[in-house]
T-cell receptor, first 118, second 110 residues
């Protein structure tokens, strides 16, 4: 079955440590996204990528970094510069453009990674 | 800046009841509006997408309406079931942005 796989499901970060969240998709989608979700709040866009070797900052990119070396993979690194990293992180993907869907609209989501501070 | 608000934040109803979830947005210049379902600890599943030129969309027991001029959308769930228990989020596409509401957490009691 096609879909998005995020790993790990739970992750703990120590002070001053960088951690990387994995996101892999086998949907052959061009665009991929990273969102952060805090309790009771809507999703906020961290980074998105429309094509391999290209990505753009979203609303809350500070303290985060990404790479897009392969179409299937879009890992997110939470750096030590992100002072409040505790949240639920969701990866998503989409075809670049389909009908009324805009190029920045995700269609499929992974099951998320919950990041906490030790 | 677009702001999206969902009221109520939480709702508990007995099984079989018809219910309405609300979504309001501040900028009416939108491309489309989407409703998602999120189960605990899971990602989002798209339920319905309403283009800016449409007034409503239906899928099974779900009906979503859009009133751009008043900046409102409603998600109507008919004959609610315990399996409908989840968080429902709306998202508005406008300009180069997709803005999510905070969600309504629905509990349908048997």
């Amino acid at each position: 079955d096609g879909g998005i796989t995020q790993s790990p499901k739970y992750l703990f970060r120590k002070e001053g440590q960088n951690v990387t969240l994995s996101c892999e998709q086998n949907l052959n989608h061009d665009a991929m996204y990273w969102y952060r979700q805090d309790p009771g709040q809507g999703l906020r866009l961290i980074y998105y990528s429309q094509i391999v070797n290209d990505f753009q900052k979203g609303d809350i990119a500070e303290g985060y970094s990404v790479s897009r070396e392969k179409k299937e993979s879009f890992p997110l690194t939470v750096t030590s510069a992100q002072k409040n990293p505790t949240a639920f992180y969701l990866c998503a993907s989409s075809i670049r453009f389909q009908g009324s869907l805009r190029f920045y609209q995700p269609q499929h989501f992974g099951d998320g990674t919950r990041l906490s501070i030790l | 800046k677009q702001e999206v608000t969902q009221i109520p934040a939480a709702l508990s109803v007995p099984e079989g009841e018809n219910l309405v979830l609300n979504c309001s947005f501040t900028d009416s210049a939108i491309y489309n509006l989407q409703w998602f379902r999120q189960d605990p600890g899971k990602g989002l599943t798209s339920l319905l997408l309403i283009q800016s030129s449409q007034r409503e969309q239906t899928s099974g027991r779900l009906n979503a309406s859009l009133d751009k001029s008043s900046g409102r959308s409603t998600l109507y769930i008919a004959a609610s079931q315990p399996g409908d228990s989840a968080t429902y989020l709306c998202a508005v596409a406008a300009g180069n942005m997709l803005t999510f509401g905070g969600g309504t957490r629905l509990m349908v009691k048997p």
